[in-house]
């Protein structure tokens, strides 16, 4: 018979330790970082893109160009978020969560700020590739640590509130968008500041270098010989039927998900830009206060989507206990698909951005809310950092289509029409749709321990 987690009364912290906060608080500012620098690029895309590819003494490039060129950047920041995922998510299980989560860290912060100091197109794309492999790695590590960590009853709770602090970061880059944007001219590009900014969370990769302890539970298996072997291996993950099972059906779920945020819902700046660039310059407003208005608008955007996106998160956690993974999934997906197809069909006024934005950052986050508390869940420790990689990380291979597809959709499919970018956001909402098809195939894990192979514990 299986233990359940929710057994025991009280609040789900009640006994733990400082330590588990320590490891709990040094997780959630990784990925609060982490999501920082992903936020950073989403609002400088548009504005670095415009200006490396403005060619001395000629005419800006067209709003086509720039988001097919956007689409591109982010395609292959994707790329490399997927390398860096499958890469130290191995790393991970192998040399431990720690040392893992430490140079995941210096490597998207470095390479962070080395992409303010970009001359065209390519080298910045370089750079966002670099700093996607470190991007890429950290949740994994990240959300594994805390899993192993955590005492059972407590660990869904804890990793929604380690993924609903990932709002936090992406908040704070929509406040230094605003921020940067309303400052006079310093002779350097608001975008390239944002980049510098970005740069300091190597900091905190100083502190898990010198506190942070590996879980037990992998210090347990990787001191065991045969055991070891298997540690961080692809061929034990797809080797297992009930693993590889289990691995093919989570990336279809990431898949889904990855596809609507990052093909779709982060491209609300990008909307903002195109729906009221014209309504600020029809009043008679000069360049530069165009270009106040729109960092002052993007900002106040991503700050609704993701302050909704936070309690989405959560809301997942609490309903994913209550209901189970599965149908809170099935919610999650329904409810992403109809209020993104609503946002990029009909906002076109300043005030249905306070609630048709937050309508749809509540639903498309609410599914990495349930990414974070169910994929730790459907591996063993000596794969859980592996197994979490592959569903979150190769579902960005197959997902970096996702902004390229968007971008050609405007620029090609539906280029005639005078709302492309509207046309090609609503065709794109059809991705959640995956998820929807997944989701029979899911096993559910309420109430159920993290597996251990050596246990025989397979749900």
Request: charged share 10%.
């Amino acid at each position: 018979m299986t233990a359940n987690i929710n057994a025991g009364s009280g609040p789900w912290y009640q006994g733990l330790t400082r330590y588990h906060w320590f490891v709990l608080i040094v997780a959630a500012l990784g990925w609060l970082f982490d999501c920082l620098d992903q936020q950073l690029f989403t609002l400088a895309r548009v504005p670095a893109i415009t200006e490396l590819l403005t060619i001395n003494g000629e005419p800006p490039p067209t709003r086509e160009a720039v988001a097919l060129y956007s689409g591109y950047a982010t395609s292959i920041f994707l790329i490399g978020w997927a390398t860096g995922g499958l890469i130290f998510g191995v790393l991970g299980d192998k040399i431990g969560r720690a040392k893992t989560m430490m140079w995941t860290i210096l490597i998207y912060s470095v390479c962070t700020g080395l992409s303010a100091a970009s001359v065209g197109f390519w080298d910045f794309a370089f750079y966002r590739f670099i700093t996607g492999l470190g991007v890429g790695g950290e949740f994994a590590v990240g959300v594994a640590l805390v899993a192993e960590v955590m005492p059972d009853r407590a660990r869904p709770y804890a990793i929604s509130l380690l993924q609903a602090l990932s709002a936090v970061g992406n908040i704070s880059a929509a406040l230094i968008n605003i921020g940067l944007g309303q400052i006079e001219d310093t002779g350097i590009s608001q975008w390239r500041i944002m980049f510098i900014i970005g740069a300091f969370p190597a900091l905190l990769a100083l502190v898990i270098r010198s506190r942070l302890k590996e879980p037990e539970r992998w210090k347990s298996i990787s001191a065991k010989g045969s055991a070891a072997k298997e540690l961080g291996s692809y061929g034990a993950l797809f080797g297992h039927p009930v693993w590889r099972y289990r691995a093919f059906v989570g990336l279809a779920l990431a898949f889904a998900g990855v596809v609507g945020l990052w093909g779709i819902g982060f491209f609300s700046p990008d909307l903002i830009r195109s729906t009221f660039t014209a309504h600020f310059k029809a009043q008679g407003m000069s360049d530069a206060e165009v270009s106040k208005a729109l960092f002052l608008w993007t900002g106040i955007t991503m700050i609704v989507q993701n302050v909704a996106g936070f309690v989405g998160i959560g809301c997942f956690g609490l309903a994913a206990q209550r209901i189970g993974r599965r149908p809170t999934f099935a919610v999650a997906f329904v409810g992403a698909m109809v209020s993104t197809a609503l946002v990029f069909w009909n906002l076109r006024e300043f005030s249905q951005i306070f609630w048709m934005v937050p309508l749809m950052g509540f639903f498309q986050f609410s599914l990495f809310g349930g990414y974070a508390v169910y994929f730790p869940e459907l591996f063993p420790t000596s794969l859980r950092s592996t197994g979490v990689s592959f569903c979150y990380n190769v579902g960005r291979f197959v997902a970096a289509s996702g902004p390229l597809a968007l971008g050609l959709l405007t620029s090609k499919v539906f280029a005639g029409h005078p709302e492309a970018f509207r046309y090609a956001g609503v065709t794109m909402c059809a991705v959640f749709l995956v998820g929807l098809i997944a989701l029979p195939f899911a096993p559910e894990t309420k109430g159920q321990p993290l597996p251990e192979e050596e246990r025989g514990l397979v749900h």
